[in-house]
């Protein structure tokens, strides 16, 4: 997502920072005297007490979800499934997070699920509903707690400052869905704040056209959207601050119809075909596509799940793919 040093030069940046992105200079309770009951620095609408207690009980129920993993991999597949879809709706919930959920029905099979990127809060997100292999950087493997969860839950990191290890992990993720699992990416790269967006970098794509499955875009957007911003050089402490401190944070979770990866010439045109899905603005549909795909036993840790046997070898075009 973010970081604080200089990055390689073919690595996509954001021109968004916590300054620009993450201040509200005009909401009450934002000023030199907040108000009562209100403490200064804290951003609109927001108490202390409420606050502390977000966070509180956001941080308990992470820490919670690291406690049960262990007992959580003796179970069933689908009843694992379900336990992830609740334990990350309850954590973003517990954040103080109100989320709606909409679009497409949520499709069976083999997915590329790829979305825009605002925040640390957009992996709970996609969990919830789409519980998948994740594709992270390297660095949130030794993230306190987080990068424990990460490793656990079957993340797929990747050494963004290696672009020749990109086609190994472009392999790895063509495996997965060749299994018959799903696989979320962020293909802007890096977080974005929300009001603007980064191109999709065409590079994931390639898995989807090797193990020949569809593509599920997904947009997210949170009103309002500088209080989830976690941008630049932002520190995750600042974050979370930021989301226990603003009252009605809202969440939007919105799925496109799928992609099928065969009406695409190449990984090119596939990653722009999703991106003009994920930019589209339309009325926020009522209907919410909570239904659990039971079967997909793929999209769960390899430490926990033995997975299906690949119907397809992946292509060996993904050796060739440099961006």
Same mark, same amino acid.
């Given at each position: 997502m973010n970081g604080t040093?200089? +990055?390689? /030069?073919?690595?996509?940046? %954001?021109?968004?920072?916590?300054?620009?992105?993450? %201040?509200?200079?005009?909401?009450?309770?934002?000023?030199?005297?907040?108000g009562p009951g209100r403490a200064?620095?804290?951003?609109?609408?927001?108490?202390?007490?409420? %606050?502390?207690?977000?966070?509180?009980?956001?941080?308990?129920?992470?820490?919670?979800?690291? +406690?049960?993993?262990?007992?959580?991999?003796? +179970?069933?597949?689908a009843a694992r499934l379900a336990l992830v879809r609740l334990w990350t709706r309850t954590v973003v919930r517990a954040f103080g997070v109100r989320v709606r959920y909409g679009g497409s029905p949520v499709a069976t099979g083999p997915l590329l699920v790829v979305a825009n990127h605002v925040s640390w809060?957009?992996? /709970?997100?996609?969990? %919830?509903? !789409? @519980?998948?292999?994740?594709?992270?950087?390297?660095?949130?493997?030794?993230? @306190?707690? !987080?990068?424990?969860?990460?490793?656990?839950?079957?993340?797929?990191?990747i050494d963004r400052d290696r672009i020749r290890a990109l086609p190994g992990t472009v392999r790895a993720m063509a495996g997965v869905l060749a299994g018959g699992g799903r696989v979320a990416v962020f293909p802007e790269g890096s977080t974005w704040c929300g009001r603007e967006r980064g191109r999709f970098r065409p590079a994931a794509f390639q898995a989807a056209l090797d193990a020949d499955c569809a593509v599920q875009p997904v947009r997210i957007d949170y009103r309002p959207a500088d209080a989830a911003a976690y941008v630049g050089d932002d520190p995750l402490g600042a974050s979370l601050w930021r989301v226990v401190t603003t009252r009605r944070l809202t969440a939007e979770v919105r799925l496109a119809d799928p992609l099928p990866s065969g009406r695409h010439p190449d990984r090119r045109a596939l990653a722009a075909a999703a991106q003009r899905a994920v930019a589209r603005r339309t009325a926020f549909p009522r209907t919410v596509p909570q239904r659990a795909v039971a079967s997909d036993s793929a999209n769960l840790s390899p430490l926990s799940v033995h997975q299906r046997a690949r119907p397809r070898p992946a292509a060996a075009s993904s050796s060739r793919t440099p961006s």
């Open positions: 040093t200089a +990055l390689p /030069p073919w690595l996509p940046t %954001a021109p968004c920072t916590p300054g620009r992105c993450t %201040a509200h200079p005009d909401g009450p309770g934002s000023g030199p005297d907040p200064p620095g804290l951003r609109p609408d927001a108490g202390l007490p409420r %606050a502390v207690a977000r966070l509180t009980a956001g941080t308990g129920a992470v820490l919670l979800g690291l +406690l049960l993993a262990p007992a959580a991999a003796l +179970l069933p597949p809060l957009d992996v /709970p997100l996609l969990a %919830a509903v !789409l @519980p998948a292999r994740m594709v992270a950087k390297a660095e949130v493997r030794h993230w @306190p707690v !987080l990068g424990v969860l990460a490793a656990l839950g079957g993340t797929l990191f």
